[in-house]
T-cell receptor, first 113, second 112 residues
Framework: NAGVTQTPKFQVLKTGQSMTLQCAQDMNHEYMSWYRQDPGMGLRLIHYSVGAGITDQGEVPNGYNVSRSTTEDFPLRLLSAAPSQTSVYFC????????????FGSGTRLTVV | DAKTTQPPSMDCAEGRAANLPCNHSTISGNEYVYWYRQIHSQGPQYIIHGLKNNETNEMASLIITEDRKSSTLILPHATLRDTAVYYCIVRFPHQAGTALIFGKGTTLSVSS
């Protein structure tokens, strides 16, 4: 099925652990982004990419790394998890943001204890 | 990106039109107005966008004032499933930083 797939859907980490949130799309979209959403808050941009090999920082990049080796995948790495990174993470992709908007995944709910 | 101002919440009766306003008084000539919504716990969903002309699709209509300083998203016959947070975003379509920046949006509550 075409769309944005995020894995895992739920994750609990201990403080200091590292992990990778996966994001994959099969729509050949060049533009991909990662957001976090804290309870009762709006979405905040973490990192984004305009194509394979090209990434840039968003509003809240600290504590996160990204890479874009293929068009399909845009993983988000938490280097050393902290309780402040407890959040819901959304990945989004677009073929042409100006004309078609972004398609969002269903989210990964991360708890850091 | 131009800043936007939206009311924090609105109510609407089921079957009636929901009119969600957005103020973007500092919008530049080539910036577009985009609308997204987020239903509880789900990822945001693109609704519609426009530059200066009114736009309509299967989900909604977008009315942009002649001076482009404000716009209104219209859901013609709101249903309970339209209860969501609605985000108005103003941005250049081909700017280098192409990712969306979300504000706090308007929480629309549709009741029967």
């Amino acid at each position: 099925n075409a769309g944005v797939t995020q894995t895992p859907k739920f994750q609990v980490l201990k403080t200091g652990q590292s992990m990778t949130l996966q994001c994959a799309q099969d729509m050949n979209h060049e533009y991909m982004s990662w957001y976090r959403q804290d309870p009762g808050m709006g979405l905040r941009l973490i990192h984004y990419s305009v194509g394979a090999g090209i990434t840039d920082q968003g509003e809240v990049p600290n504590g996160y790394n990204v890479s874009r080796s293929t068009t399909e995948d845009f993983p988000l790495r938490l280097l050393s998890a902290a309780p402040s990174q407890t959040s819901v993470y959304f990945c989004a992709s677009s073929y042409s943001p100006s004309n078609y908007g972004y398609t969002f995944g269903s989210g990964t709910r991360l708890t850091v204890v | 990106d131009a800043k936007t101002t939206q009311p924090p919440s609105m109510d609407c009766a089921e079957g009636r039109a929901a009119n969600l306003p957005c103020n973007h008084s500092t919008i530049s000539g080539n910036e577009y107005v985009y609308w997204y919504r987020q239903i509880h716990s789900q990822g945001p969903q693109y609704i519609i966008h426009g530059l200066k002309n009114n736009e309509t699709n299967e989900m909604a209509s977008l009315i942009i004032t002649e001076d482009r300083k404000s716009s209104t998203l219209i859901l013609p016959h709101a249903t309970l499933r339209d209860t969501a947070v609605y985000y108005c975003i103003v941005r250049f379509p081909h700017q280098a930083g192409t990712a969306l920046i979300f504000g706090k949006g308007t929480t629309l509550s549709v009741s029967s």
